[in-house]
């Protein structure tokens, strides 16, 4: 084969082996070699097996005729992209969310900002992750490089770029989560008469620590309650997320439990109050579940606490997983319950393995004494 390339006289030398295919000499790996509208492109195909180049070969053809050649496409910056596929993306996103994705921006700024996406390499992607990525946290990390990669992907899809650079130049990083503190029935119990003898101002504080144990609500969700939500004679109340919404935008109804139906109640006494009115008049409760605790000596309990509360309590009872999950808003079927609280179920099944005393013989153990089970509160 002859050296038939003038451009490699004075660097690496390739062996043209077919038309836009050429073998580098000192690693036999083949290359792609050919010009789109007077742009030189050359690129590594990434193997040594003629076949699978050329066919690789092939495929980049067709990327590059995918490639916009309109006036600006190859000027346009990270930034100036980001933002318009951040513009795009906030359309089905909460607040929060488009929120959060900013941040994420903003963290991916220095290291990409002012270059032509056309112009981004591994190498940048690398810096990325050795200057910044090794500092933030995992979740950090797990988040602002999917921000990059859907970027990127936006990038390809509009034929800006030929492949996603940081697809194959990130890893992923493992997210060690923390242990659940769940509140115990005596626990919560504890707590909740700790709030109601600190002050008479902090009932409100009471009165929505006792709303996420018996309803499994997000916080959002219980603050963004109204009578209008509750329906007492049907049984259900409506969890709607308010303003902002549930997690995953979707209204769901849920059966009014009984501790849940005594707390709305006892909330709402005698009066009939206007449809439009929160159940709950604030939005947070966290300093009296503090000082609660401290004064109890308990765990450091959140707002999530109340949630995981309720779901463990009714997983003690039995309840289905794919129940529970329709009931917190979770479209996985129970997945997720079953991964978060299955350890819960299981201690709860060598419980009530106990009660399996059947046996052959005619009489049954004398021994056998009846369980009750739990109630919810």
């Known amino acids: 084969m002859s050296r038939n390339h003038p451009e490699t006289a004075k660097g690496p030398v390739f062996h043209k082996v077919g038309q836009n295919l050429y073998r580098l000499e000192s690693s036999q790996g083949y290359y792609a070699l050919f010009k789109r509208r007077g742009k030189q492109i050359r690129k590594s195909l990434k193997t040594t097996d003629p076949a699978l180049a050329r066919r690789r070969l092939a495929e980049l053809h067709q990327k590059v005729g995918r490639l916009t050649q309109t006036s600006g496409a190859s000027k346009i910056t990270f930034t100036e992209l980001g933002a318009r596929w951040l513009e795009n993306a906030r359309v089905k996103l909460k607040e929060k969310s488009a929120t959060r994705l900013e941040t994420c921006l ?24 050795v200057k910044r990525g090794k500092e933030i946290s995992p979740a950090s990390y797990k988040k602002e490089r999917s921000t990059l990669f859907a970027i990127l992907d936006y990038a390809l899809r509009d034929g800006l770029i030929l492949d996603n650079p940081a697809r194959a130049s990130l890893p992923t990083r493992k997210i060690v989560k923390s242990k659940q503190v769940i509140p115990t029935r005596a626990q919560f119990r504890l707590l909740v008469e700790s709030i109601r003898k600190s002050d008479g101002r902090a009932i409100p ?11 499994g609500m997000r916080l959002n969700e219980a603050i963004s309650l109204t009578w209008a939500d509750v329906d007492l004679d049907r049984g259900a109340f409506t969890v709607t997320g308010g303003e902002q919404g549930t997690k995953n935008l979707e209204v769901r109804v849920v059966p009014l439990f009984p501790a849940l139906r005594d707390l709305l109640e006892r909330i709402r006494g005698d009066q009939e109050p206007p449809a439009t009115d929160r159940v709950i008049p604030i939005n947070c409760a966290q300093t009296a579940i503090i000082n609660a605790c401290k004064k109890a000596s308990l765990p450091k309990f959140l707002h999530h606490s109340m949630r995981h509360y309720f779901c463990s309590n009714a997983i003690e009872l039995g309840i289905d997983f794919k129940v529970i999950a ?13 991964k978060t609280y299955g350890h819960l179920r299981d201690a709860h099944s060598f419980e009530m393995a106990r009660r399996m005393t059947i046996t052959a013989a005619e009489t049954p153990p004398v021994n056998v004494v009846p369980m009750d089970i739990p109630s919810v509160v």
């Open 106 to 129: 903003k963290g991916l700024q220095p290291y990409f900002g002012d270059v032509p996406v056309r112009n981004i390499t591994h190498r940048h992607c690398e810096e990325w992750l």
């Open 205 to 215: 504080a009471l009165n929505l620590v006792e709303l996420l144990g018996y309803s």
């Open 326 to 338: 329709g009931w917190l808003g979770h479209k996985d079927g129970g997945y997720l319950v079953a």
